[in-house]
Structure formats: structure tokens, C-alpha cells
């Protein structure tokens, strides 16, 4: 008897732990409305909690009625990321097609499994567990779990804590997509002015109430007069974009609460909670020197490398002249210019009493 109890206590125990783990992904899914970071994270975490050694989420293109992958997590990530699947091919196909979970004991005895992603990757995918995205009664994606550790089969209970998670994951999904759609500028991907706006005066209040830094850097690309000159403005425009997304991919990979919007035109900005002048300054020169490095296509067939300067005001260093948030902008401007008359491509801290003369 004594076994038997001890036994049971340690299923119970097993259990208990796992239903914290889904509510620690609750917390996960809902802590950002960045979806590329609430994505990694949740996937991550699938893999911990199902002990899997790869884990992927895929997304519905409904355009093309196929499934592309999102977020891998896992050996050999890269090699599967732009495989794509028709709805209704493989397994993912077809939960995603039938809006049913699955849970594949051999997945290469398994009629509707593709090789696809095993052959390009030279992984060797031996048993799964895929559970439909289900959001407003339609179908947006799936998440699967590849080979449990120790060469085990997941099994019921398994299943029923990835549904969960799947759950919560359609849920975070469908609310980052709802935010974006309200706050992301269309052409950029950068959050636009108003929401970085409203999102510089909760982090300037929470500042003077709780004595944090906080840093705002103004970009500004050089003579872009010259690229909308030499490729019109549909080349200046995929200059933008592409500059946009080196701004966004240099800020996510911080893994902060840095946000990056657009500010106006070419002018990018950069909202950086809990950080002073100097991490201000670091992060300006990480941001100019990727964008140093990065051809940008401009054309068909052509590139070129563009450059930009990068004002930077921080409260409460520049607390006697900032009072509001208008006032950030106005001293990273000034900074900026400071940029244009050291020659360009480089940054500047504000600098009281200092007169530009670049306007």
C-alpha cells in the first residue's frame, strides 16, 4: 500500500506541476502584444513542457490556403523555414484542414505525413503531437511537438496540456494581430506616431513616479534627398522599408521593452524604458552600424548604402528641459542636427547650449 500511495502522490504531483506550467504560459502569452516575442517564448516553452527535442508554430496564408512556418524552435530551425504546405498536406495539412488535434505514434507509417521538412532538414521526425489555432471558429495555424525525450511517445495527457496551450496561443494571437492592425504603420512595420506617443508618456510618467531613466532616439536617413533623386520615390520608398526593418530587427534582438516606431517621413524613432545616455548611445551606434552594412535594394537589380544619424535626449539627464513629452523630440532633434554638422552617419547625445547649424 505504501508504494501504491507513493506512487499516486507522485502522479498528482507530476500533474499539479504541469497545470502551473500552463498557467505560467497564460502569464507568457499575455505579458507583450509583440507577437514575434510572445511566439518564441510560447514555443520555447512547448518544447520544455512537452519535453520534445523540436517544437514549430505555423500560420495560415489564406490568400494561398497554405501553411508557412512562424516560429521553429529546435536543431536545424533554418533549414525548414521557408518550407511551405498546401492545406491538407501532411499532418499539419490536415489539422489544419479539419481543425482536429492529432497524436502520431509513427509518424513515417502515417499516411498523411510529409517528408518536406525531414529531407531538408535531415531531421528524423519519429513521433508528434499537432493541435489546430483556433480563433473566432476559423482555423489560423497550427503548433506541433516532435519526439518526446528518451525515445517515449507522448501520449493523452500529453495532448490535453498541448491543447491548452494552443488554446492560449490562438487567443494571444488573434489579440497581437487586432493590436498591430491599430498601431503599426501599414508601409513599415514600425509602430506609428500616436501609439509611440502614448507609449512615451505612460514611460516618462512611470519615470518621475518611480525615479527610472528613460532614453528616446530620433533617426534621420542622409541626403535621402539623393536615393528619391537617383530612383524616384517608389525606390525611395523600398529604401524605407528596408531601413525600417533593419531598425526593427537591430531593437528585437535587444529582448527588451524597446519599441520602434515612425515618426514622419524618413524619421525613425526609438523608445527605450529603464535606460539612460549611455544605453541610449550604445543602442544608436548598434542601430547606424548594421544600417552602414546593409545594401539596401533600391531596384530590380540594384542596391545602394545609405546612412543615418541618430539624435538621442534621456530624462532625467536633460530633466531641466524636458517637462513633457514633446520635449523629448525636440532635444533628440536638436541632437540629430549636431549629427549633420559632424559630417553624418554618426550619433549625438543632446548637448545643453549647443547651436546647430544643419537646419
Known amino acids: 500500500m505504501p508504494d501504491r500511495d507513493n506512487s499516486e502522490i507522485a502522479r498528482l504531483q507530476a500533474e499539479n506541476d504541469r497545470l502551473y506550467n500552463v498557467l505560467e504560459v497564460g502569464a507568457l502569452l499575455s505579458s507583450s502584444l509583440d507577437l514575434d516575442v510572445v511566439l518564441d517564448s510560447l514555443m520555447a516553452k ?7 527535442e523540436a517544437s514549430s508554430l505555423m500560420l495560415v496564408d489564406e490568400e494561398k490556403e497554405e501553411l508557412y512556418f512562424h516560429t521553429i524552435k529546435g536543431e536545424k530551425s ?18 489544419a484542414q479539419e481543425g482536429k488535434p492529432v497524436l502520431v505514434a509513427d509518424a513515417s ?3 498523411r505525413f510529409s517528408r518536406k521538412a525531414d529531407d531538408s532538414s535531415s531531421f528524423h521526425t519519429r513521433t ?9 471558429r476559423r482555423v489560423i495555424g497550427t503548433v506541433q511537438v516532435l519526439n518526446k525525450n528518451g525515445d517515449r511517445l507522448f501520449d493523452e495527457d500529453d495532448l490535453r496540456i498541448f491543447q491548452s496551450m494552443g488554446n492560449q496561443a490562438a487567443v494571444a494571437i488573434e489579440n497581437a494581430r487586432l493590436h498591430t492592425m491599430a498601431t503599426v504603420d ?22 518621475k513616479s518611480k525615479g527610472h531613466p528613460v532614453s528616446m532616439l530620433m533617426s534621420d536617413i542622409d541626403l535621402f534627398r539623393n536615393v528619391n533623386n537617383k530612383y524616384g520615390h517608389q525606390g525611395g520608398d523600398q529604401a524605407l522599408v528596408e531601413l525600417a526593418g533593419v ?7 535587444l529582448g527588451s521593452d524597446d519599441i520602434a516606431g515612425r515618426y ?3 524619421e525613425f524613432c526609438v523608445l527605450l524604458p ?11 551606434e548598434l542601430i547606424r552600424k548594421n544600417i552602414e552594412k546593409h545594401p539596401i535594394p533600391v531596384g530590380d537589380n540594384e542596391f545602394t548604402n545609405i546612412t543615418i544619424s541618430i539624435g538621442v535626449s534621456s530624462y532625467p539627464l536633460h530633466e531641466e528641459h524636458i517637462h513633457e513629452v514633446d520635449d523629448f523630440v525636440k532635444l533628440a532633434d536638436e541632437a540629430l542636427y549636431l549629427c549633420k554638422d559632424r559630417g553624418r552617419n554618426c550619433c549625438s547625445l543632446y548637448e545643453p547650449g549647443a547651436s546647430p547649424t544643419a537646419k
Open 46 to 52: 512547448a518544447r520544455e513542457l512537452c519535453d520534445a
Open 78 to 95: 533554418e533549414a525548414i523555414r521557408g518550407i511551405r504546405l498546401k492545406l491538407g498536406e501532411g499532418i499539419s495539412g490536415w489539422v
Open 109 to 111: 507509417s502515417d499516411p
Open 128 to 136: 508528434m503531437m499537432c493541435v489546430p489555432l483556433k480563433a473566432r
Open 186 to 207: 501599414g508601409t513599415t512595420g514600425l509602430y506609428i506616431k500616436s501609439y509611440f506617443k502614448a507609449r512615451m508618456q505612460e514611460e516618462f510618467r512611470r519615470a
Open 247 to 253: 531598425i526593427k530587427e537591430t531593437v528585437h534582438k
Open 264 to 266: 514622419g517621413g524618413e
Open 274 to 284: 529603464e535606460s539612460g545616455p549611455e544605453r541610449g548611445l550604445e543602442v544608436s
